[in-house]
């Protein structure tokens, strides 16, 4: 019997995503935290060959954040505790908005209230700004005092998100934790609230200890881990949710590599953030983008959102056969 040939190449490719009314030139967006509020990285990586960068948190006051250290490496990861640094919105509006707009690429601008009236608020005043294409509801800080609780409660997660939809005429993504008992229903709640987007997953807790000292690093104790470590959660949490709702979701956690980002279309991301692998290098979005597109050209796919959500489970294998009698086989087809 021979194999069945490989597919040919695609001839032509396209890479276009669509959340909302947002059209996304391919699926690949900078995560929030990650990548400044983008045009710090103008100079340094052609950002018009990604979907979009989603901005830094704009918190309605200044923020000086937590105190050092906010960052440790951990095997495969990495753990922050910055607690939402940033200068506030009057000072994103006077000193950087305007550079925002000569970006290349769809700039995606995320938001943390201290309540939900600041949540709305500065949805309201998001909506009055020239050069946004879409807004990021940061429901999900675990580094802030408060910040886990707008996306852990089912009915407040979705009277925020109403209460925004009101307010705001673009795409609305909820920036989702994983950090609760059931992200499903909070998901659910979410879409009920009117949300564009769901944007899963943000960082998982965790904590690290100097144990010559018996102190933690942070000096909050926790803090939110990234990276390659929370890929295969992360990925549950994303085919659970989105085989669970009816808009798109934005896979997040730990994408790295082409096949990371292909496995997230499968399993029912329309887009997917990258985070940790900005830290190691501002251009990996860039190269993440062109290597994906290399890889659904060579898989033969013309359109890569026919990849989106198509995940099915393995067919179990064969029974094996019984054993034959007086052998020594105790099950599975490796004789010991
Ligand atoms: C931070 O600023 O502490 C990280 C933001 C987040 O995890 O939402």
New binding site residues.
């Given amino acids: 019997m021979t194999a069945p040939s490989a597919p040919p190449p695609a001839a032509s490719v396209s890479m276009a995503v669509r959340i909302g009314s947002l059209e996304l030139r391919n699926p690949i967006l900078t995560a929030?935290?990650t990548y400044g509020l983008g045009y710090e990285f103008a100079r340094l990586a052609d950002l018009s060959k990604i979907g979009g960068v989603v901005g830094?948190?704009v918190t309605m006051t200044p923020r000086i954040?937590?105190p050092p250290p906010?960052t440790f490496e951990t095997a495969g990861g990495m753990l922050?505790?910055?607690?939402?640094?940033?200068p506030g919105w009057d000072g994103f509006v006077r000193d950087t908005l305007p550079r925002i707009r000569e970006l290349p690429c769809p700039f995606i601008l995320?938001v943390?209230g201290k309540s939900e009236d600041e949540f709305v608020e500065l949805t309201r005043r998001a909506g009055e700004l020239v050069g946004i294409a879409a807004l990021e509801l940061?429901l999900?800080?675990?580094?802030?005092a408060g910040?886990l609780d707008f996306s852990a409660k089912p009915e407040l997660t979705e009277r925020i998100v109403a209460r925004c939809r009101a307010v705001y005429p673009l795409p609305i993504f909820a920036?989702l934790s994983p950090n609760v008992g059931d992200i499903v229903a909070i998901a659910q709640a979410a879409e009920r609230g009117g949300a564009d987007a769901l944007s899963c997953v943000?960082?998982y807790l965790g904590t690290a200890i100097d144990w010559r000292r018996a102190k933690t690093i942070f000096p909050r104790g926790i803090?939110?881990l990234?990276g390659p470590a929370i890929k295969p959660m992360a990925l549950l949490a994303t085919m659970r949710v989105a085989a669970a709702v009816k808009i798109p979701v934005v896979g997040i956690g730990g994408i790295a590599k082409a096949d990371d980002v292909l496995e997230y279309l499968v399993a029912g991301a329309t887009a997917v953030q990258i985070g940790t692998a900005c830290f190691w290098d501002p251009g990996h979005p860039v190269r993440l983008a062109a290597d994906v597109e290399t890889a659904v050209r060579t898989a033969g796919i013309c359109d890569v959102q026919t990849l989106i959500g198509t995940v099915q489970p393995s067919p179990a294998p064969a029974a094996n056969p019984a054993p034959a009698p007086g052998s020594c086989n105790v099950g599975g087809t490796n004789p010991r």
């Fill in positions: 929030s935290g830094k948190t954040g937590n906010r922050n505790s910055i607690g939402l640094m940033n995320n943390a940061n999900s800080c675990p580094n802030v910040g920036k943000n960082t803090a939110g990234s």
